[in-house]
């Protein structure tokens, strides 16, 4: 092949009618289109052919995109297409394409193969693609893949892009290694808008980088091949992931347009709510999230031994607000969040909840959702006794001034702590919670010890104690002897100028100890209430 000579193609390239067109477009930068007047034959997806007419051979592509002729004066070279049919294999491995390159509905019969090529910007929409292999693709600008149907995956290992990714209403299918989208590694300087996809398969972000939000608002991500639909630990994401419900107008979904800017999360009259769907397991382990991780209305459906997995996340809100579907399990160890916004109906039940080392401050329940729920997502997450979850609990209601309410919840943690005890410990757990509630509340301390008295006056009026010394000590008085057995460290001077016998040295022995176990928690209470205070 020769060098073009003044914009003319390399003799020997036989240039039919269709590629005579596209080289004469490029060198314009004007849209080659040869789209029929019959929209159902324009389905790069569909089944009608593609003949000759519409067809352009991917070796010429390559040229035009590698070492293309110059442009015509005041003109910008640009490859656009739509409803063209590229035949043959899209090598552009290793290359630096500088022409702006958009193609619309254009279907590709074998497979795009972009690694390590470097590019400005690059949009495919609406195309039909077997693969595309893009590993350590970088661009300046955009990637954007909107509606694109692929069907064995797409590899964007390690590629850098330099603003948005943009896979919008993409559908994807699994390779051989049963991944639909392999990004490993992948940063992006922007957004990565992935909304209202279709994955089938497993879609691998692990450390990935997002400059500012990852959206994947009404997407369905199922792998029944595999133990995950999304696996991305470590990932990173300057702002918000957002795994939530996208608001779809009607005729913008029947006429399958994206919009530029994402889906709008406010709904209109005519539009419709698509929930985000996980059939499968998801992990995050180790992400860093800088705004939130949002979950409103996400719909998880798995597998026993699936879990949605958010092991040691860090973020400043976690919004738990999905529908979960029986089976499955949601592992919240070791993260650590500033707000947790969630509903009562979000979580999984007994034996599918793990908050072993789970911190967060303020708890932010959106619906009904009172302490006993509460205690009951504690329990769930700990069917064999843990004391952390009680003890953060009921740290995040004290320091949001519910100190009545974090009682409760010490309470219940001494009562669940109870059931693991040997018959001598559950034996004294019940006396103590029977009489003062374990000293989480004082009130009742101070009823039992004024009950004591009464009954004690009641005793020592009928069987009064004989003096220490005939003709010395005080005048008998069963009010204050009583007193001054119940009340510890204070000497009314009572208790030594009598001296008990028989049976009621074994009375004044139980006032004694009671007095001590009962005022030690009415002083308890007391300095907890001042310190409130």
């Known amino acids: 092949m020769t060098e073009p000579h003044d914009g003319e193609p390399p003799a020997g390239l036989d240039l039919t009618t269709a590629e005579w067109g596209?080289?004469?477009?490029?060198?314009?930068?004007?849209?080659?289109?040869?789209?029929?007047?019959?929209?159902?034959?324009?389905d790069p997806g569909g089944s009608h052919p593609w003949g000759p007419?519409?067809?352009?051979?991917?070796?010429?592509?390559?040229?035009?995109?590698?070492?293309?002729?110059?442009?015509?004066?005041?003109?910008?070279?640009?490859?656009?297409?739509?409803?063209?049919?590229?035949?043959?294999?899209?090598?552009?491995?290793?290359?630096?394409?500088?022409?702006y390159v958009e193609m619309h509905n254009c279907r590709f019969d074998q497979q795009v193969l972009l690694p390590e090529s470097h590019f400005t910007t690059l949009r495919l929409v609406g195309c039909a693609i077997p693969r595309l292999e893009?590993?350590?693709?970088?661009?300046?600008?955009?990637?954007?893949?909107?509606?694109?149907?692929?069907?064995?995956?797409?590899?964007?290992?390690?590629a850098q892009i330099g603003t948005?990714?943009?896979?919008?209403?993409?559908?994807?299918?699994?390779?051989?290694?049963?991944?639909?989208?392999?990004?490993?590694?992948?940063?992006?300087?922007?957004?990565?808008?992935?909304?209202?996809?279709?994955?089938?398969?497993?879609?691998?972000?692990?450390?990935?980088?997002?400059?500012?939000?990852?959206?994947?608002?009404?997407?369905?991500?199922?792998?029944?091949?595999?133990?995950?639909?999304?696996?991305?630990?470590?990932?990173?994401?300057?702002?918000?992931?957002?795994?939530?419900?996208a608001w779809v107008s009607g005729a913008a979904f029947a006429a399958g347009a994206t919009p530029p800017y994402g889906i709008a999360n406010t709904p209109e009259r005519g539009t419709r709510v698509q929930h985000f769907q996980c059939q499968g397991g998801m992990r995050l382990d180790d992400g860093r999230f800088g705004d939130a991780v949002d979950l409103s209305q996400a719909r998880f459906s798995m597998e026993a031994e699936q879990e949605l997995s958010l092991r040691r996340v860090q973020t400043p809100e976690l919004r738990f607000l999905g529908e979960w579907l029986a089976r499955g399990r949601v592992v919240l160890s070791g993260a650590r969040v500033v707000n947790l916004v969630d509903r009562a109906e979000s979580w999984p039940g007994p034996g599918s909840l793990v908050m072993a080392g789970f911190f967060y401050e303020n708890l932010i329940p959106l619906g009904h959702f009172p302490l006993a729920m509460r205690l009951e997502w504690v329990a769930a997450a700990t069917p064999e006794y843990a004391p952390e979850p009680y003890e953060r609990l009921a740290g995040a209601l004290r320091d949001s001034g519910e100190d009545a309410e974090a009682r409760r919840v010490l309470l219940?943690?001494?009562?669940?702590?109870?059931?693991?005890?040997?018959?001598?410990?559950?034996?004294?757990?019940?006396?103590?919670?029977?009489?003062?509630?374990?000293?989480?509340?004082?009130?009742?301390?101070?009823?039992?010890?004024?009950?004591?008295?009464?009954?004690?006056?009641?005793?020592?009026?009928?069987?009064?104690?004989?003096?220490?010394?005939?003709?010395?000590?005080?005048?008998?008085?069963?009010?204050?002897?009583?007193?001054?057995?119940?009340?510890?460290?204070?000497?009314?001077g009572q208790g030594s100028s009598w001296r008990p016998t028989g049976a009621t040295q074994w009375v004044v022995t139980a006032l004694i100890l009671l007095g001590w176990v009962l005022a030690t928690t009415v002083a308890a209470g007391a300095s907890r209430l001042l310190r409130r205070q």
């Open 22 to 42: 596209m080289w004469r477009a490029f060198r314009t930068g004007s849209t080659h289109d040869l789209r029929t007047p019959h929209p159902e034959r324009n």
């Open 164 to 245: 948005d990714l943009l896979l919008n209403q993409v559908v994807v299918r699994r390779d051989r290694r049963g991944l639909s989208i392999a990004a490993d590694g992948l940063t992006v300087g922007q957004d990565l808008q992935a909304e209202m996809m279709r994955s089938y398969g497993e879609m691998s972000m692990r450390g990935a980088q997002i400059g500012v939000s990852l959206s994947l608002r009404g997407s369905t991500l199922s792998n029944p091949y595999g133990r995950r639909a999304l696996n991305a630990p470590q990932l990173t994401v300057e702002r918000t992931l957002y795994l939530t419900a």
């Open 134 to 158: 893009a590993a350590r693709l970088r661009t300046e600008g955009d990637l954007h893949l909107p509606r694109c149907v692929v069907q064995n995956g797409i590899r964007l290992t390690d």
């Open 53 to 99: 007419e519409r067809s352009v051979r991917a070796r010429l592509v390559a040229l035009l995109l590698l070492d293309g002729p110059p442009a015509l004066p005041g003109r910008v070279s640009a490859l656009k297409l739509n409803g063209v049919q590229i035949t043959g294999t899209l090598d552009l491995s290793g290359g630096t394409v500088v022409p």
């Open 412 to 492: 219940a943690k001494q009562r669940r702590r109870r059931e693991t005890l040997p018959p001598a410990g559950k034996a004294w757990g019940y006396l103590q919670d029977w009489t003062v509630a374990y000293g989480y509340r004082p009130g009742r301390a101070a009823v039992w010890m004024a009950v004591l008295w009464a009954a004690a006056t009641v005793y020592f009026s009928y069987h009064p104690v004989p003096p220490l010394k005939q003709g010395e000590g005080p005048e008998w008085s069963p009010e204050l002897y009583a007193l001054d057995l119940l009340v510890p460290v204070i000497d009314l």
